[in-house]
Every structure is written in C-alpha cells, then in structure tokens.
C-alpha cells in the first residue's frame, strides 16, 4: 500500500500538522480521510497497537449490517478499507500512546503519555469511548489458563470446540451463534430468565441446537494450563453441573474511561464531550464526533460517526482558511475521485 501509515508502532517524526486526529477508530479513520481530501496535513493518534477502536478491538469477525453501501460489512474489512481510504493522502500515524494533554489557543500543542508533541491547528476528537475494557467473569478470578476470552478475534477459534458463553447481551447471543455451526457444543449461560438481545437473534437462537441455561451461572473454571471444564450453578434449586468446555468467551459488556480528554477543560455532556451543530467543541478549532460526541438527539452509530467527521472537518477547514467554504464541492468533481 502506497502510504505513511504503519501499524507497526509509534513512526510519526513531524511535528507539525494542520490537524490531528485523536482517536484511529471507524469515525478517526474517516475523519483522516476527509481532512486530507480538504488538503489538510493529518496526524493520527491512538493508545492501541492498532486501528480500528471498537471494531478491531472488539468485533473484528461480526457482521455489520448497517452501513451504508453494504448489505453486510466484516468488522475488519470496514476498517481495512478505510484505512485504505485515508492512506491515499499519506497521514501519519502514532499507535501505542494516548493523546494526554492539549495547550494553546492560537497554535495547538497536542502531547501524548509519552512525551512526543504535534503542533496543529487544529482537533478532532474521534476517540469514542475512550478506553474499552471488559467486565471480568467473577468466577475467573485467580485463573491464570488458556480458553478464557471476553471477545474472539477470529472465528476459527470456536472449530471443533466446545463453547460455553456467558451473558445476556447481543455480543453474548453473536458470539453463541457464530460458534453454532462451527463448534462441536454450545451452552449459553445467563443469569437472567431473559436474554437482552435482538428479537431476530433470539429467534435464530430459538432455531438453532444451542443449550440455553438461564438463570444460571458460572461458579468455577476447572483445568489448570486450559479451561476443560466449567461449573453452573442453576436458580433457583442451586442444581450444579459441569459443563464440558474449551473455549469460554465471557461476554458481559465493558467498562468505558474517557481518560485524559475529560481534563482538557472541554464542557462535557457526562463521559461525552458536548458539541454544537457544526461538531465543535467548547475550544475553538477543537471538533469532536463518533461515539465521544454529545448534543441533543445523538445516536451512536458509525454511519452517523461518518457524517459527524465530514461536518466537523468542513468547519475547521474553513476556521483555519475563511476563504476555503464550508461545503466542499463534490468528491466528484475531483480528477480520480
Ligand atoms: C459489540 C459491538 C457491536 C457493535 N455493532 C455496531 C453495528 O452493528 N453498527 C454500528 O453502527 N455500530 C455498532 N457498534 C458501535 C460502533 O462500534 C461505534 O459506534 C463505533 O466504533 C464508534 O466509532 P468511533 O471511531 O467514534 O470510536 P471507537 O471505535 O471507540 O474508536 C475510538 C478510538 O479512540 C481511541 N482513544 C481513546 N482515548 C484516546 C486518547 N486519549 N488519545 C488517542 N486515542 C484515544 C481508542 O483507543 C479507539 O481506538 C457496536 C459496538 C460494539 C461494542
């Protein structure tokens, strides 16, 4: 691929930007394309070795079904192709640090947990939720094996296995299905009498062989290198069973910090930095969109992220050239577009 962008690690040696980019997730990655289409210098910056933020992170194998142009989207191939989409204007990119401080009004100095410092004229905070973590599975404490994932990074992981997944969650009833036509077994544990899924995915759930244990729980992790096996505690009789198991994905949604961002003395809506209809901040030259973004009727969905760039990018390319306008012109207009 013809571009600056490496995923190796941190590879940006310049220190001068138009803008930076905080956050190499779906909207940062799209928000980089778009300044550079603006002819804007781009720097991006993210905590992760790699891009993608929750879609790489979390959901590389799932389907995305609501993006437009797609029927279906792989999580992974949606970020792939926008990476390729911001590479042709060559932005730089430095994974493996969060961004930790912003000064300046006039001239930005952009600073990450490492020391290495941009200045730009301006920001676009695309960093979502922040940090992602995954809620630990209270029975796995102390255990130290192999087999215990809170999300799977490839599908091949649930071949010939048997799978025991735990919640009650859309990611918990995915996760059951994608393993069904590869697993040898799947149990889906949850604590409740109902899942909180869709009404399709519990309907295909309803459609397919896997063991649904409700009201019940997973009590403990037996093998020492390896998960072999688990025990559930079902409600409300207390019945314990074990359960033959290889590959146990705890599924129980994530704790979220924004970190450094909610000390910029930015005002902030919650965890979410608040913004006006053109996607800015309460700094001038500071936009935010995606997931990070607040204001009134907000969904968060990366269509919506996408737009939210474009808006914000259009802004802060007419802030830092008032003769350039706000609207872009078409894409197609330009030669190769
Ligand atoms: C399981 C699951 C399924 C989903 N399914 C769908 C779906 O079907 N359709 C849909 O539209 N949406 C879906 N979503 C939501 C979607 O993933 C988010 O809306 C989308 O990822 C938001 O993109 P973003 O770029 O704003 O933020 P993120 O994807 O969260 O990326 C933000 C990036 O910013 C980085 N960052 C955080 N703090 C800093 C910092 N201080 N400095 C630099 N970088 C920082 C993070 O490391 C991360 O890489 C799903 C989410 C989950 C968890």
Known sequence: MDT??????????????????????????????????????VAIVDPLPQVGGQVTALYPEKLIHDVAGFRSVRGQDLIDKLLDQASQWGPSLALGSPAESLAGVEELVLTLATGKAWRTRGVILAAGLGSVSPKPLPAARGFTGSGLVHFVPSLDAFTDQDVVVVGGGDSAVDWALAAAPRANSVTLVHRRRGFRAHRASLDELDRTNIRQLL????????????????????????????????????????????????????????RHVAVDANMQSSRPRVYAAGDVSEYAGKV??????????????????????PTAGIFPGHSTNNEGG
């Open 4 to 41: 600056a962008i490496e995923q190796e690690g941190p590879v940006l040696d310049a220190t001068e930007v138009d803008v930076v980019v905080v956050g190499a997730g779906p909207v940062g990655l799209y928000a980089a394309y778009y300044a550079g289409f603006r002819g804007l210098r």
């Open 215 to 270: 009201e019940a729980e997973v009590v403990d992790i037996h093998g020492a290198a390896a998960v072999q096996e688990v025990s559930v505690r079902t409600a409300p009789a207390g019945k314990l069973e074990r359960v033959s198991c290889g590959l146990l994905v705890a599924a129980l949604g994530f704790n979220t910090a924004l970190g450094p961002i909610a000390t910029w003395g930015l005002d902030m809506s919650g």
């Open 300 to 321: 968060r969905l990366i269509s919506v992220g996408f737009g939210e760039a474009a808006i914000a990018v259009n802004h802060l390319a007419h802030d830092l050239d």
